[in-house]
């Protein structure tokens, strides 16, 4: 039973997420901003890292298959806060974080190739405490994201006095947390947070690439 409601979940919130990527991938293509860039390799990296859920709900365990899956919940998170940071057109900003990223990004690495994660699926579901080094690797990528993710929402909001970021910065904060979930020993809730985040993203993104059309057409026609 448990086993089926994970598969079920998890293949949903995979189909949603890549529907969304693609859309993401699409307007970047076609107004070349480089938010959706990368907001859109974020929610790759997230559809990528759920349908790993999916190979995991069947306890197909493999070292290198969890490692990737860990590095690939914590660098969505980044990649998320970078597009959301880069409105701000504050270029200083960018690069710092840009730089930072990369380094904490390869000490991640580091520590997941040094300090291997065991089995922690059970009964299908990702479950289980994770070496030391791996968490504070994983704290220095997560927890600056969700602050900037945190501090943009708020600038945005202050400057543009729209709502349709806070739906991202919400749905991006609940999917950052959602991979911390089993080491408090609530595995269910990984997949209930994946769920609310991805209808939460959903939600931000599809309002904000709206948004963000209708201001490219009115660019052209007042042209």
């Known amino acids: 039973m448990v086993e089926s409601l994970v598969l079920g979940s998890t293949l949903f919130i995979f189909m949603a997420s890549a529907v969304l990527a693609f859309l993401l ?10 938010s ?5 390799a974020g929610m790759w990296l997230f559809a990528f890292a759920v349908l790993l859920e999916v190979v995991f709900s069947f306890s197909i365990y493999m070292p290198v298959l969890m490692g990737t899956y860990l590095f690939a919940v914590a660098v969505l998170v980044q990649m998320l806060s970078l ?9 200083g900003f960018m690069l710092s974080y840009a730089v930072y990223s990369v380094i904490v990004d390869i000490f ?19 479950f289980g405490a994770l070496p030391l080094l791996v968490t504070i690797a994983s704290s220095f990528v997560t927890f600056p994201a ?14 543009r006095k729209s709502y349709k970021m806070l739906d991202i910065i919400a749905g991006t904060v609940v999917v950052s947390i959602a991979g911390t979930l089993y080491i408090a020993a609530f595995p269910a809730f990984l997949y209930f947070a994946e769920f609310i985040g991805i209808l939460l993203l959903w939600f931000g ?3 904000f690439r709206t948004l963000f059309v209708k201001k490219e057409v009115n660019k052209v026609v007042n042209s």
Do not use: D, E, Q
Request: glycine residues 8%; proline residues 2%; without cysteine.
């Open 25 to 34: 991938t699409k307007n970047y293509v076609g107004g070349k901003n480089r």
């Open 36 to 40: 959706f860039l990368y907001w859109s």
């Open 83 to 91: 597009g959301s940071l880069n409105l701000l057109k504050k270029r």
């Open 108 to 126: 991640l690495l580091f520590s997941l190739v040094f300090t291997p994660v065991g089995n922690i699926i059970i009964n299908g579901v990702v």
């Open 146 to 159: 969700a602050a900037i993710l945190i501090v943009t929402a708020v600038l945005s909001y202050r400057t």
């Open 205 to 207: 993104f599809v309002n």
